[in-house]
């Protein structure tokens, strides 16, 4: 399921195979080390895009870095002016934003996002004990004059469309070792990493 939404939401929203002017776009994915994160970000590279991320701790960044080959990634609890943090990590702007958090940092990606960036939102995960007081978004403006894409999805409404390319994209990676995967696996009270 992890990677067929991340194929779904690279291919349905964010159009990753298009580059104007020729350039290498630079895709950004919140929640980078998580489950869909990875995937999103290791997919993008083997599609050509520059990608940077963000995590929860050093452990995860280096993770980002060192075993998953991300061109840049940031500790967002270490980094909290997400603006400026993203700025030096994403020097051509945001071309794609996989999003998986929400709040400011949705805010800072609008205002460092390049025209015409596409959006998908996957996750809103820092809103959601958040119910009944959600975080505003301030940059919502730059959807219209950065001529910005943003859509929601959820995996379920096209599985019989993606599924089976996902399967198949993702298989041949893995084959090939462009995709690596880390799973935590519990056994009783016992709790490991694979």
Known sequence: MPGITAYTGLH???????????????????????????????YGKSLGLRVVGSAGDD????????????????????????KTILKETCPNGIDIYFENV????LDAVLANANDFARIAVCGMISQYNRPTNPEPIYGLGFLITKRIRMEGFIVSDDLNKYAPEATKTFGSLLREGKLQ????????DRKSVV
């Open 12 to 42: 349905k929203i964010c159009e990753p195979l298009k580059h104007p002017d020729g350039k290498q776009q630079t895709l950004y994915v919140s929640a980078a080390s998580g489950a869909v994160g990875q995937v999103v970000g290791q």
């Open 59 to 82: 452990a995860k960044v280096d993770y980002l870095l060192k075993e998953l080959n991300f061109d840049a990634a940031f500790n967002y609890k270490k980094h909290t002016d997400f």
């Open 102 to 105: 929400g709040g400011p940092m």
């Open 181 to 188: 995967c880390r799973e935590t696996v519990t056994e009783g």
